[in-house]
């Protein structure tokens, strides 16, 4: 993982939580050659954190589903660049998977 531009004045890590009964696997790239992209792969039922994140805007996240029938490709999320930073990976059908932005009911206040 490379540095990332901006230091701690950026935006909060990627997290992606995983709430298939799967482990899963993919990447999340971002919109600038100068942030490295990241690889992750979680269990069920628990989040990855990215190590630190900068001023990068996320622009998309793949997700692959190690099921019992094989691997299958969730849908990705994509943007043209997003700051935000929570996301899950859910099932949405018989072998079907999506990536989502996770929306809390509440901001949070600074």
């Known amino acids: 993982m490379g540095n990332r531009p901006g230091g701690p004045g950026g935006y909060d890590p990627v997290q992606i939580h995983n709430s298939t009964p799967y482990t899963v696997f993919g990447r999340v790239e971002y919109a600038s050659i100068f942030?490295?992209?990241?690889?992750?792969?979680?269990?069920?039922?628990?989040?990855?954190?990215?190590?630190?994140?900068?001023?990068?805007?996320?622009?998309?996240?793949?997700?692959?589903?190690?099921?019992?029938?094989?691997?299958?490709?969730?849908?990705?999320?994509?943007s043209s660049g997003t700051s935000f930073s929570q996301f899950a990976v859910i099932q949405v059908g018989v072998n079907r998977f999506q990536v989502t932005r996770v929306v809390s009911a509440a901001k949070k206040r600074r």
């Open 35 to 78: 942030c490295s992209d990241d690889n992750y792969s979680v269990e069920s039922g628990n989040t990855w954190r990215a190590s630190g994140r900068g001023v990068c805007l996320v622009t998309r996240i793949t997700a692959t589903v190690r099921t019992p029938s094989g691997n299958i490709e969730a849908e990705p999320y994509t």
